[in-house]
DNA sequence: CGCGCCGCTCAGGAAGCTCCCAGGAAGTTC
DNA sequence: GAACTTCCTGGGAGCTTCCTGAGCGGCGCG
């Protein structure tokens, strides 16, 4: 893969009041390869904009000194097309963030998966022509999945997955043939405030070995003690 | 898409009072591909058209030191077949309006959907030949849908939409097979300024269904948790 | 080599949520 | 005012998520 060498120089600002979730999201598009820049209020996010100038700004919308979106219009000019994916509340009203799927903004939910941010920047750095891997396509042995028409097939056969188990897929292949530890799944699939039973992992996995490894030879391996793996059989 | 190369040149210059209107329109179009230039009032407008240079103009009737009309004329001979969207308030009495387009103006009343905008100035570029993309049509199976006329027919058959449901219907067909979200589908299709129920989406699908799919294999389809999608039945 | 423990698997099922659609009210147009 | 469009509401169906418990199997230890 060459994507580390040419996101490399993809910045990131990210700003967020909670010392936690910045670094949680920090340490997460660090590992992704972004060069990752913070703040915690609006005034210090101005700033930063200037001197950091990301490519791609990650907004909460609610913040100490004055809400994302008055952020987000006093950038004005200086905004020049940089992209912004606010951070809301579940319980922000609809109304406050309509429109921004429109000018090529985005928004994800608190509380949100890891994986799920990092796939919304993807597909706004795709859009805007940041990213040069433009394809939204993972693929794995004979196990292929769009992430624009949520498709998923193996062998070219249609695989119909629910919400949880596609995002459970998409983790795996993003990071095929590497163990993945329990926690690591729970982090990146399920919200950062999951607090319910481990075990709903197992069922999944459960879930996906049927429909993904029901048509061919089995992908999705079982490391006791530490995790899951997507790799082909050995042997 | 060659979009982008060819757009890139596209100067659009937007004039509005109200910051917020300014920002989204202005962010929308970008996105689009536009370059844009924007202005406040009627003297900055002016400005703006010499030293910008724009290839259309979208221009508020309402602005606090002169009207939008007063501005087009006083642009005279500079004006030099540069093409005006004039934005008006819903009740700006129609003969107002009138003759607009005529001229190769339009107009658009507020609220309206972003969508609906930018597929008006497409429209007009359409007709004063600076937009290359000449097609008005869209097409999906034996489905198609002509901005240019409104007509919609499924395997030559005519279909009658309302407008909301053709709204919808069009921005379905311009991004087939992928999954579109609710708020994408709510931010493109209804007005900016909505703030109802989000039921209403699943209403209209439930509109178009009966008109569309009762017409053949279904295709417009439910991504559970996520949204909708235009695509061919699998098997 | 056999036994027991621990971790894993997976079916069954409850609870909650999403989605669909019919019916109707309010607003708009002619 | 009639016809139409838009939007809201509510009930119900069906799906998804998550939990639970029984059973299996690998692994370590005796």
Redesign the interface.
Known sequence: MSELAEQEELRILVVDDEPNILDVISMALRFQGFKVGTAANGREALAAVRSFQPHLMLLDIMLPDMEGFEV??RL?AERA?IPIVFLTARDTT??K?????????D?VTKPFSLEELVARIRAILR???LSEEVSSRLAFDNLELDD???EVTRGGR?IEL??TEYRLLRYLMSNPRRVLTRAQLLDHVWSYDFGGDARVLETYISYLRKKVDGEGPPLIHTVRGVGYSLRLPRS
Request: charged fraction near 35%.
């Open positions: 987000a219009r004005g097309g609809e109304d963030v309509r429109g921004l799927t429109m000018g090529g903004d928004y859009r805007a022509g624009d028409t949520r249609h629910t919400d």
